[in-house]
């Protein structure tokens, strides 16, 4: 802990290129959800927003590895003044603990205690930390004012009262759920390198065995290119229950492309996977009473997003929406709209290239359904057998 106390901030090196390699989107959640009647009591819990206060400890994988890194603090969806009393970073160690000898303080503007003004992120000065590429990571923030957080983003948390950032074990923290504010981590890099942002919902943000194990298709990917010893990051943006067109679990994917995609450091192509929960959340049924849908309308933004996308200079992929026959928000109208949304993205020729999801993972006997050695259970969500599938139907010739 003294050692941590007294760490000095690192200087960049001359001609350091700052790359995002990790990043999570802040998110709120305000679409209601009907439950049935005969939900077990603790998913009750899910529909409560909590006030944390304390250290809350997130666990998490970097894509493109450096010498140096630097964390960023977001307080862009909240209200009020966020007051940070201490932040770290560290390479993991077993489940939520620090690896010895690689616990880092962090310091904002060389204060180690500061604010996070509503709807402002802040970035870290740099530290010296050798992460390598692929490696899984704890970052640990001290709050001290109330933070509301929603369960619904099914990402857990450790938390444990009072300033613990520089402990190697939370020793009695206890699991919550919540959206971290830990929302990036960049790495300094010898030059400009090829970033890969995948942008979508819950398929995009990847499933999760357990929840402090990363997976999901963008994982896949990063993996793929380290093992072809080729020096480029993919970032997910994915927010679990997102749409194109409509808030509700998160901005929607019009109202947040800037933040999440665009502002990404270094980001040079975009995979745009969205839009089953556009027709699937559309009308009556367990996420209220919503809107019908009108799939041109989907296909407009798609649009939207390609045109903003290469106005930056950026490439913009887009992949098929796989089959969800058998989710509880299916219908036969809707798997009608999931077709020709899909009949159009393969035709198209707006985007730089399409990526055939729904052939990765789909039943070729049952072209409506994924394919059950690919399917979680909720006939929605890939397993990991399906994300791996789909992580390696992805040319990494597409990125150069």
């Known amino acids: 802990a003294a050692l941590l106390a007294t760490a000095t901030v690192a200087t960049a090196k001359p001609n350091t290129s700052w790359v995002e390699s990790f990043s999570l989107n802040p998110a709120t959640y305000t679409m209601s959800i009907t439950l049935p009647k005969d939900t077990p009591a603790q998913y009750q819990s899910y529909l409560r927003p909590t006030s944390l206060r304390g250290t809350l400890r997130y666990r998490f994988a970097i894509s493109l590895g450096g010498k140096q890194v630097r964390v960023r603090i977001s307080n862009e969806l909240g209200t009020t003044p966020l007051k940070i009393g201490g932040a770290s970073i560290a390479?993991?160690?077993?489940?939520?603990?620090?690896?010895?000898?690689?616990?880092?303080?962090?310091?904002?503007?060389?204060?180690?205690?500061?604010?996070?003004?509503?709807?402002?992120?802040?970035?870290?000065?740099?530290?010296?930390?050798?992460?390598?590429?692929?490696?899984?990571?704890?970052?640990?923030?001290?709050?001290g004012s109330d933070l509301q957080s929603s369960p619904?983003?099914?990402?857990?948390?450790?938390?444990?009262?009072?300033?613990?950032?520089?402990?190697?074990?939370?020793?009695?923290?206890?699991?919550?759920?919540?959206?971290?504010?830990?929302?990036?981590?960049?790495?300094?890099?010898?030059?400009?390198?090829?970033?890969?942002?995948?942008?979508?919902?819950?398929?995009?943000?990847?499933?999760?065995?357990k929840p402090i194990e990363p997976h999901g298709w963008a994982d896949v990917l990063a993996r793929r290119f380290v093992a072809a010893n080729k020096?480029?990051?993919?970032?997910?943006?994915?927010?679990?229950?997102?749409?194109?067109?409509?808030?509700?679990?998160?901005?929607?994917?019009?109202?947040?492309f800037d933040r999440d995609v665009l502002s990404v450091a270094?980001?040079?192509?975009?995979?745009?996977?969205?839009?089953?929960?556009?027709?699937?959340?559309?009308?009556?049924?367990?996420?209220?009473?919503?809107?019908?849908?009108?799939?041109?309308?989907?296909?407009?933004?798609?649009?939207?997003?390609?045109?903003?996308?290469?106005?930056?200079?950026?490439?913009?992929?887009?992949?098929?929406?796989?089959?969800?026959?058998?989710?509880?928000?299916?219908?036969?109208?809707?798997?009608?709209?999931?077709?020709?949304?899909?009949?159009?993205?393969?035709?198209?020729?707006?985007?730089?290239?399409?990526?055939?999801f729904e052939a990765a993972i789909g039943d070729p006997a049952a072209p409506d359904r994924l394919l059950p050695r690919y399917d979680s259970g909720d006939h929605l969500h890939p397993n990991d057998a399906g994300y791996k599938a789909m992580g390696e139907a992805i040319s990494l010739a597409n990125f150069r």
Do not use: C
């Open 91 to 143: 390479l993991a160690g077993e489940e939520m603990t620090a690896l010895p000898g690689t616990m880092r303080a962090l310091t904002f503007g060389g204060k180690a205690d500061f604010t996070v003004p509503a709807g402002a992120r802040l970035l870290s000065d740099p530290v010296d930390l050798d992460v390598p590429a692929t490696a899984e990571l704890v970052a640990s923030v001290f709050v």
């Open 152 to 209: 619904l983003s099914g990402i857990q948390m450790m938390r444990v009262d009072g300033n613990a950032v520089s402990d190697i074990d939370l020793l009695g923290a206890k699991p919550v759920m919540g959206r971290p504010i830990v929302s990036g981590v960049l790495v300094a890099a010898d030059k400009p390198r090829p970033v890969i942002v995948a942008f979508g919902d819950s398929i995009s943000d990847g499933g999760r065995g």
């Open 231 to 256: 020096n480029v990051a993919v970032v997910s943006a994915g927010i679990g229950g997102n749409r194109v067109l409509r808030d509700g679990w998160g901005p929607s994917a019009l109202a947040r």
């Open 266 to 356: 270094g980001v040079s192509h975009v995979i745009l996977l969205e839009g089953i929960n556009d027709i699937g959340m559309a009308g009556s049924g367990s996420f209220g009473n919503e809107p019908s849908l009108d799939h041109e309308d989907l296909i407009s933004a798609y649009q939207q997003l390609a045109a903003r996308a290469q106005v930056h200079g950026v490439k913009i992929f887009i992949g098929t929406l796989p089959p969800f026959r058998g989710a509880p928000y299916f219908s036969e109208e809707k798997e009608r709209q999931r077709l020709a949304v899909n009949a159009w993205i393969r035709s198209s020729n707006l985007f730089d290239g399409v990526i055939d």
